[in-house]
């Protein structure tokens, strides 16, 4: 690897030196012919490849969808004592998949970490299009979808009002902002960059959307100095929804007195999962990309590195969660929720316990090794356990916590149906056809940013003269 | 004397090379000095001497507005507007509005910050602006940082400038001809854009039209929105007499609703009405008459309510003379027991309520039949 101009210079000793943040040299110019020229390319076959499968799972999804629409929630393996389950297993899970990007683009922003920059696009649209998944299932979930606007407060002939003491409802407000905020936060982002394509394209069409949706940027520095204070105040108003929006998701169950439920953990334990899972993604996803869109000069081996030390350490922060579960049990001398612990080792769903704890705190383990941290096959498969994980980590919160509760005659095992399967599987289907899309037809780095953390982006004097 | 022209952009190959330049243009004096590069450099606003970014300010007291708005929103309808008790926790406890009222701080601040960044300091979108129709905005959004000498008013020399930003270290001069300053809206361009916009409409109208009339209304959601269950008012073949909504047993008794008046309506005729004529009784009167008496005997009592035309039935007039004439005892009985067709209300209304309406049927008659002493009453 060559090092930074920056870096590189001085007395600073070896292995202090922050390696580079690409590989050979890039210059801006380089940089754009690399990345924005990608949408103007002919897709190879594989890309088509790709959306056919994850058409035909987004397809499974609708099919399945339509026919819940059509017999009603039945459809579903949701039966009392369980009124919640894949429903909103999938919508934690897929709301926490959204974390990663919202962490990589706000948090490592306000902390200055400029590995971040090459991977904060990708990581923000998948923020967006995993929110977009999750918000599925609560629609599809009230039972009478065309009625789902009764989760607002608005003025109506019933004279009623929704009640703000109710989790449910802060996760309307919740999830909403965090989608819009996260939209804005992805557009701002976009708009430098979709004008450096609209300047470089030569087809007509794809000027006129971009001329449209750049918005006539122009890079004065005037704009500038706005947009990057906006740009901060973004990062600092995310760095909130990111701590924010887990912890209210996860009040829908502390806030009740089901056992298993009922615990102060939660929400730190939460939106730890949730930065987890989603980081596992992000690397899946990553690793994909670099390789098939030829950016691996751009999207390191360190940034695999730096983000599967991430995962190690929340993986640790997980596994501290379920240890203090375990105390809670043992500590509070309390027989339900004893009994509740005991299920997720024990029980008729103890096998789903043990999955979640192998995939989530066993297997990550592996990352402590450079070499593991630098091998594909070690971080895919850590990657996918921890997706396998931190889904039936929530269904172990879910399902087993509610199957057995306070009333032993109403204890009743669960069994999800086709349809449960078909829903979640077109979410995944979805899901990676937004990515797909996204990575055909919109600068998948930003290079706006990239181009200010390359050597000389920024004058050398900076600092001496301009503060008189 | 030179073409008037807008600006002069003197092209930089590196962002070392503009920062030197920057002061020596400035010091020219010889228009405003803008710079256009490709990503933000550090230190450039200074060197320009531009203000700070009100952003911050603006952001700040926006979020603070969106706490406000959501304490007050929540408050209003939690605590006022429809006060529920939740948990044993008062209608006013806030501590519950904090989550929303984090969100909605966040939300008002992202827009503001956002919109207000666009659209409010950088006055975007905006596509008239010539440095985007000029040869150097490919390298603006690539790799190319460039000094702009702007226009102040008409006096700009485009020649001076030019010399200035050579001297400088530009590589390259573009001069920018003023933008054409003939009107926007041309009769021509609003006159076609009216045009497209009716065409438009004829079209979505259309397509609405034959959309409706050729495909039948699907309802996806069958089996969802029509439950196998009886709703209220609906017949029903299940029951004998074809009603849904069927009535409680005879003699029934809710808790709370003693049985009074039991014998015919004469004996009735002695009963007292215990209540005194105050405006709340009257005020729940005229609730239960509305709810429970308006549909049939109609708004003023005259037996023209909104069933009579359904249904051909023909509701006592109250203000009949025989109605009239009734003592309270008598219209208490057939509020018990129910008339004719009339059903008995007394499952549904306590015995203050039965009262109350009373009340109330007296005074509809005494209002529909107003004799001068009560105008004087009413006007004083």
Redesign the interface.
């Known amino acids: 690897m060559k090092l930074d101009a920056a870096t590189s210079a001085g007395d600073i000793p070896e292995g202090l030196i922050e390696p580079s943040l690409y590989v050979g040299k890039v210059?801006?110019?380089s940089l754009?012919d690399q990345v924005l020229a990608f949408p103007e390319t002919k897709p190879p076959r594989q890309w088509y490849f790709a959306l056919a499968i994850t058409l035909t799972a987004a397809l499974i999804g609708v099919i399945s969808i339509?026919y819940t629409?059509?017999?009603?929630i039945g459809a579903w393996g949701n039966t009392s004592p369980v009124f919640w389950a894949f429903d909103i297993i999938n919508f934690v899970f897929w709301v926490g998949i959204g974390h990663a990007g919202t962490l990589i683009s706000a948090i490592l922003f306000l902390f200055r970490k400029r590995w971040r920059n090459a991977i904060a696009r990708f990581a923000e649209a998948m923020t967006i299009f995993a929110v977009i998944c999750a918000v599925i299932f609560p629609l599809i979930h009230v039972?009478?979808?065309?009625l789902a606007y009764w989760l607002f407060?608005y003025p109506n002939q019933r004279?009623?009002?929704?009640?703000?003491?109710?989790?449910l409802?802060?996760d309307v407000?919740?999830v909403?902002?965090y989608f819009?905020?996260s939209a804005?936060?992805w557009?701002?982002g976009l708009?430098?960059d979709i004008?450096?394509m609209?300047?470089?394209t030569t087809s007509k069409l794809r000027k006129i959307i971009y001329?449209?949706l750049a918005?006539?940027?122009?890079?004065?520095?005037?704009?500038?100095?706005?947009?990057?204070?906006?740009y901060l105040?973004?990062a600092g108003?995310?760095t909130?929804?990111v701590l924010?929006v887990h912890s209210?998701v996860s009040?829908d169950f502390a806030t009740s007195v089901v056992p298993g439920w009922h615990m102060t953990i939660f929400p730190p334990y939460f939106v730890a999962g949730a930065i987890f899972a989603g980081f596992a993604m992000v690397v899946m996803v990553l690793v994909v990309v670099r390789e098939t869109m030829q950016l691996k000069n751009l999207i390191t081996m360190r940034h695999l590195d730096v983000m599967n030390k991430v995962i190690l350490a929340m993986s640790c922060i997980m596994g501290y969660s379920y240890m203090m579960e375990g105390f809670t049990a043992w500590y509070s001398m309390n027989e339900y929720l004893h009994h509740a612990f005991m299920n997720i080792i024990t029980g008729t769903y103890g096998w789903a316990g043990w999955v979640t704890i192998s995939c989530n705190i066993l297997i990550p383990q592996i990352l402590w090794f450079k070499k593991a941290r630098a091998s594909y096959f070690w971080m895919i498969l850590v990657a996918v356990g921890v997706t396998i994980g931190m889904w039936f980590e929530r269904f172990v919160i879910i399902v087993i916590s509610l199957h057995q509760d306070y009333l032993p005659s109403a204890w009743r095992i669960y069994k999800p149906t086709m349809v449960d399967f078909g829903v979640l599987l077109g979410t995944f289907g979805i899901f990676f056809t937004l990515v797909l899309l996204f990575a055909r037809v919109l600068p998948v780095i930003a290079t706006?940013?990239v181009?200010?953390i390359l050597p000389?982006?920024?004058?050398?004097?900076?600092?001496d003269d301009?503060?008189a | 004397m030179p073409e008037i022209s807008y600006s002069v952009l003197g092209v930089f190959e590196t962002p070392d090379a503009l920062m030197h330049a920057i002061p020596k243009v400035r010091t020219s004096k010889l228009g405003t000095v803008e710079a256009y590069t490709p990503y933000a450099i550090h230190g450039i606003e200074e060197a320009l001497g531009l203000r700070r970014s009100p952003l911050g300010g603006m952001v700040l007291v926006m979020g603070i507005l969106g706490a406000i708005t959501a304490l007050g929103f929540q408050y209003w309808i939690s605590a006022i507007d429809y006060p529920i008790i939740t948990g044993g926790k008062g209608a006013g406890s806030w501590e519950a509005f904090i989550p929303i009222m984090f969100e909605v701080t966040v939300l008002f601040a992202t827009f503001t910050a956002g919109l207000g960044m666009l659209h409010l300091l950088n006055r975007l979108p905006f596509f008239g602006h010539p440095v985007l129709s000029s040869k150097s905005i490919k390298g603006i959004t690539r790799d190319r940082y460039i000094l702009a000498l702007e226009a102040e008013d008409e006096g700009f020399d485009s020649v001076a400038a030019s010399k200035a930003l050579r001297e400088a270290g530009a590589t390259e001069i573009e001069v920018l001809p003023a933008p054409d300053r003939s009107p926007f809206l041309t009769s021509d361009y609003i006159l076609r854009t009216l045009g497209g916009i009716f065409a438009a409409c004829v079209v979505a109208g259309l397509a609405m039209y034959f959309a409706t009339k050729w495909f039948p209304l699907l309802k996806p959601m069958a089996n969802m929105q029509d439950q196998p269950r009886l709703n209220a008012q609906k017949a029903s073949a299940f029951f004998k007499d074809g009603h849904g909504m069927q009535q409680p047993v005879v003699g029934t008794v809710a808790r709370g609703y003693l049985p009074t008046a039991t014998g015919t309506q004469e004996e009735a005729a002695s009963l007292v009405n215990p209540l005194p004529r105050t405006r709340e009784v009257f005020a729940t009167g005229r609730k239960v008459y509305t709810n429970r008496c308006e549909v049939c005997h109609g708004a003023v009592g005259n037996g023209v309510g909104s069933l009579t035309a359904a249904y051909g039935a023909k509701p006592a007039n109250l203000q009949a003379q025989q109605f009239r004439d009734y003592p309270d005892g008598k219209i208490y009985w057939a509020i018990v027991n129910g008339k004719n067709s009339m059903p008995s209300h007394a499952p549904y209304l306590s015995e203050q309520e039965r009262w109350s309406v009373v009340h109330y049927v007296r005074a509809l008659q005494r209002a529909q039949n107003a004799k001068d002493e009560d105008l004087k009453v009413a006007t004083r």
């Open positions: 210059t801006p110019g754009d339509g629409f059509y017999l009603g039972g009478r979808p065309w407060p004279a009623l009002w929704t009640n703000f003491r109710s989790p409802l802060w407000f919740a909403n902002t819009s905020v804005m936060f557009y701002l708009i430098p004008a450096s609209r300047d470089r001329t449209v918005m006539g940027w122009r890079g004065a520095a005037t704009h500038w100095q706005h947009y990057e204070k906006a105040l973004l108003l995310a909130g929804l924010s209210v009040f706006t940013e181009k200010a000389d982006a920024q004058p050398s004097h900076h600092g301009h503060h």
